[in-house]
């Protein structure tokens, strides 16, 4: 299994694939936790994405 590219939870921190690789690990850490929100852990990535809204969106610095 390869992993594409990994995001966080931003509710516990956990680490997951994103849906381009096989296991869908982030997306199927929402569906068994309900938790909302995760971001792109990629250098030069800085967005975050709401499950439950279907929205990426940016933190201002």
């Known amino acids: ?3 594409v590219h990994l ?3 931003q ?3 956990h680490i997951g694939c994103c849906d381009n690789s ?3 690990h982030a997306t ?3 569906a068994e936790t309900g ?3 995760i971001r792109s852990v990629e ?3 800085d967005w975050s994405w709401c499950y439950e809204d279907e929205a990426m969106f940016r933190l201002a610095r």
Do not use: D, Y
Request: charged share 25%; net charge positive.
């Open 1 to 3: 299994m390869q992993w």
């Open 7 to 9: 995001r966080m939870c």
């Open 11 to 13: 509710s516990c921190g």
């Open 22 to 24: 096989e296991g869908k």
């Open 28 to 30: 199927a850490h929402h």
């Open 35 to 37: 938790h909302p929100v």
């Open 43 to 45: 250098r030069g990535e």
